[in-house]
């Protein structure tokens, strides 16, 4: 209840002093809350942003990109199955949104549902097979699950696509490292920090 309204009292803030809120003449006040949102995200506001999309859909339950980008609020703050049920709400109203099935896998992923994951990834290859961001996901997912070499060859699949997909390297450094291998780990991880300006792997950090 506390959280609930600490969102509230942003949202009336923002309201208040124009800082997030679009001109209130405009004539449709959903598109506003959700061009609000946007800003607020922008800003790393993801609270407030929140809060500002929820209107928006309160508004207009039918607002797809609201449901997305909550979505995406969501999941950086780490609310992995509020984010689940926003892009489940996407994919409910447009069974052919691939950003929504990469999104709701990986959101997924995060909670160790990995078997509903890979399910998700498939859906996005199916649509786009040159999706390299799905193919590295869905190899996580399946070496997670123990299907180690199936989930390799998505992963090495994935940097062929997209040379320059820093978490390809780091996924294929964590599991060298946890095949014993350091050397190729730090490598690897070295090479993602690199592409990203990642941190270094914390087993890399002293090597």
């Known amino acids: 209840m506390?959280?609930?309204?600490?969102?509230?009292?942003?949202?009336?803030c923002a309201a208040a002093n124009g800082q997030y809120l679009a001109d209130a003449g405009r004539p449709d006040p959903a598109e506003d809350f959700f061009k609000a949102g946007d800003k607020a995200y922008r800003s790393g506001d993801h609270a407030t942003a929140i809060a500002a999309y929820s209107k928006a859909i309160e508004l207009s339950p039918e607002h797809v990109n609201a449901y997305l980008h909550r979505g995406f609020c969501h999941s950086l703050l780490k609310?992995?199955?509020?984010?689940?049920a926003d892009f489940a709400a996407v994919i409910e109203?447009?069974?052919?949104?691939?950003?929504?099935y990469l999104s709701r896998g990986s959101a997924l992923a995060k909670?160790?549902?990995h078997d509903e994951a890979i399910n998700d990834f498939d859906r996005v290859i199916a649509i786009d097979a040159r999706n390299g961001e799905a193919f590295n996901n869905r190899g996580w997912s399946k070496y997670k699950l123990g299907n180690t070499e199936s989930g390799l060859r998505d992963i090495r699949l994935a940097g062929r696509k997209n040379p320059s997909n820093a978490m390809v390297d780091r996924n294929l450094g964590v599991i060298a490292n946890e095949q014993g291998n350091l050397q190729l780990a730090c490598t690897l991880c070295r090479?993602?920090?690199?592409?990203?300006?990642?941190?270094l792997c914390s087993y890399c950090m002293f090597s």
Do not use: C, D
């Open 191 to 199: 090479l993602s920090s690199r592409w990203r300006k990642l941190s």
């Open 79 to 84: 609310e992995y199955a509020e984010a689940v």
């Open 111 to 113: 909670l160790g549902r």
């Open 2 to 12: 506390r959280r609930i309204s600490s969102i509230a009292a942003l949202l009336l």
């Open 93 to 100: 109203a447009r069974p052919e949104h691939s950003q929504a």
